[in-house]
């Protein structure tokens, strides 16, 4: 499938009939500048585990196979990884929103980090065929004795909220994701 440009108003875009605008477009511009579609819910909690694993040093964020890392660029309301989503599917991905947790523009919940703490993300990711639903499913049943979901679920929409709140748009120039595990 080719790339189409489509113009939208932002508030559509986190709308639910912006998952449909999302599956059919890879970009959405909005007075000439990119824009970044609305995360998948479980980009935050992977930026969480992020934190608590300290994956973050200065602009960089490591992988959780700590094999290789992103670099995070941010400029007032603009914001730019080269981590697989914010660069194939221009979607804000968990480096940009561990950085953002990181220097307080988001909020950030230790209890949550501390719980997702240790997860290999990339393998259960790998494992569920990348199925972000399934993933997170496995994880939150996996580490249910330590999350209380409906918490959890509240502290995702309101990180999703402060995410659209901040109108960030895409830090150019883009650059390939790094290779490797």
Known sequence: MGCRIVQIERSEIWTSAAKVVANQYKYVILSKHMIYLPPHRIKILEALGAIADNRIKENKVYSSSGNKFYEVNYKENKIYSNDNSSYWQNKLGYPCIAYLMSIKKLSYNNEYANA??????????????????????????????????????????????????????????????????
């Not at 290999?120 to 993933?135: A, I, P, R, S």
């Not at 999350?147 to 390939?176: A, F, G, M, S």
Request: charge should be neutral; proline fraction near 5%; avoid cysteine.
């Open 116 to 181: 997702l703490k240790g997860i290999k993300w990339k393998d259960l990711n790998q494992l569920h065929k990348n199925d972000f639903d399934k993933t997170e499913n496995y994880i939150l049943n996996l580490r249910k004795d330590k999350i209380h979901v409906e918490k959890l679920n509240e502290y995702i929409n309101k990180v999703l909220e402060e995410i659209k709140d901040l109108n960030l748009e895409l830090l150019e120039p883009k650059t390939k994701p790094p290779e490797g595990y």
